[in-house]
């Protein structure tokens, strides 16, 4: 695993996607994410006076500390039995985030708090159909696994994939109102196109896009 350093056009790039690096491939494609920093922020009262949407987005990067404390904030794990910050239907934990950056697709992976590279090219025009999509630097993918989800019948998977999904979208919000970083989740996706682009399973549903920057 190797630390990521910030990029001047896009995010994060793995020292380890450099050619030659002798780590397994396993390990060459895993950017490891600064200690998210749990304290801090501001009070959150006036975190909720501000929490809004906002379409008009910078492609200024976001520094490595930020993403990670991003996405730390939306499901990162903070407590020692690896639950997270947002809550689960029956703990399911079934709700993963993609992270779009110029420099590819990452799945967030909570538990290590680290990215996992799945796709190494610039989907983040095709993870909306709003123009800013493809600017701005970080849109966030939410995708219910629908395989971890027990033997829930479709309709509750459904409510239940939606539901979690929202609590993950409000703590992007808090953050950012927080940071002062422009966001708004989305639901106008091409969630079938977009799940192709990403390799997704048959039981891996898109349920939400979420872009993410400094405000333009
Ligand atoms: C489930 C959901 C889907 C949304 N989809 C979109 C979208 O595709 N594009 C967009 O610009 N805003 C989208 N929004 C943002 C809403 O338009 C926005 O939350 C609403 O206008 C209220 O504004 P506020 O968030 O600033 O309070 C969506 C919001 C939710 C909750």
């Known amino acids: 695993m190797k630390a990521m350093r910030a990029l001047g056009a896009g ?3 793995a020292a380890a996607l450099a050619v030659g690096a002798a780590a397994p491939a396993q390990d060459a494609q895993t950017v490891e994410l600064p200690k998210p920093q749990m304290t801090g922020g501001r009070p959150l009262m006036e975190v909720l006076k501000d929490r809004r949407s906002q379409r008009s987005f910078s492609t200024k990067p976001l520094p490595p500390q930020v993403l990670s404390n991003l996405l ?15 809550p689960s239907a029956v703990n399911w934990q079934e709700v ?3 992270v779009a950056t110029s420099d590819g697709l990452y799945l967030f992976d ?6 996992k590279l799945v796709v ?29 989800m027990g033997r829930a019948s479709d309709r509750d998977k459904d409510f239940y994939a939606a539901a979690d999904t929202g609590f993950i ?21 091409d969630k079938a196109a977009l799940g192709t682009a990403m390799g997704l399973r048959p039981e891996q549903r898109v349920t939400l896009a979420q872009t993410v920057g400094y405000p333009g």
């Open 110 to 115: 909570a538990k290590a708090h680290a990215l």
């Open 96 to 98: 993963d985030v993609y």
């Open 169 to 189: 979208s409000q703590n992007v919000y808090l953050f950012c109102a927080s940071e002062g970083l422009a966001t708004v989740v989305r639901g106008m996706v």
């Open 72 to 86: 730390w904030a939306a499901c990162g794990v903070n407590r020692p039995d690896g639950r997270r910050t947002a």
């Open 11 to 13: 995010v994060v790039i």
């Open 120 to 148: 190494a090219k610039d989907l983040r025009a095709q993870t909306g159909g709003q123009p800013f999509v493809g600017q701005a630097p970080v849109n966030l993918i939410y995708v219910a696994d629908y395989a971890r």
